[in-house]
């Protein structure tokens, strides 16, 4: 699955955007300065185009048909990730303390 960056905020002003508004309307129907709804555009579709991008790669490294390979190498990156944050047995050894 390929991920985009995007806030509610985002959201709602595309929202709005695909529906024809100008960024002044938008700003005024959201209460925000129109600088803010055109930065908000902007990194919109830096993100549909970078998600494009990763599209395009997966498509030229022979998605889907290498897909189970994909998802395996996933899958191994992740646990590796999840076995490097979890603590030695040795360190979960009980330690006896005394009190008093």
Avoid: C
Avoid at 29 to 42: E, H
């Amino acid at each position: 699955m390929i991920g985009l960056r995007i806030t509610r905020e985002m959201f709602e002003i595309l929202r709005l955007h695909l529906q024809g508004l100008s960024a002044y309307k938008i700003a005024r129907r959201l209460n925000m300065d129109p600088p803010t709804v055109y930065a908000s555009l902007k990194a919109a579709k830096q993100n549909f185009a970078e998600a494009d991008r990763m599209i395009t790669q997966l498509k030229a490294s022979g998605w889907p048909i290498k897909l189970p390979e994909i998802e395996q190498h996933i899958r191994g990156r992740a646990q590796k990730r999840k076995t490097a944050r979890m603590p030695n047995a040795t360190q979960n050894e009980e330690i006896p303390l005394k009190l008093g």
